[in-house]
């Protein structure tokens, strides 16, 4: 529901995403325009390619 999306949202934020519709991310949409979970439309359930290779280059987190 509701809180899972904000759960991970906010989870993603603190992993260095920002959101969707945010002029400096590395893409910009529309705000509320998208199902990303970056994004603060109702129905926040998805991420993109982009948003998965940004965080498998954070140098914070240990492949395994």
Same mark, same amino acid.
């Given at each position: 529901?509701? &809180?899972?999306?904000?759960?991970?949202? #906010?989870?993603?934020?603190? !992993?260095?995403?920002?959101? *969707?519709? %945010? %002029?400096?991310?590395? =893409?910009? =949409?529309?705000?509320?325009?998208?199902?990303?979970?970056? %994004? =603060?439309? *109702?129905? &926040? !359930?998805?991420?993109?390619?982009?948003?998965?290779? +940004?965080?498998?280059?954070?140098? %914070?987190? +240990?492949? #395994?």
């Amino acid at each position: 529901g509701k &809180r899972k999306a904000t759960v991970t949202h #906010e989870l993603l934020h603190c !992993m260095g995403l920002k959101h *969707s519709f %945010d %002029d400096k991310a590395t =893409y910009g =949409y529309e705000k509320k325009a998208t199902q990303n979970i970056m %994004d =603060y439309s *109702s129905t &926040r !359930m998805n991420t993109w390619l982009w948003q998965w290779k +940004k965080l498998w280059k954070n140098k %914070d987190f +240990k492949n #395994e």
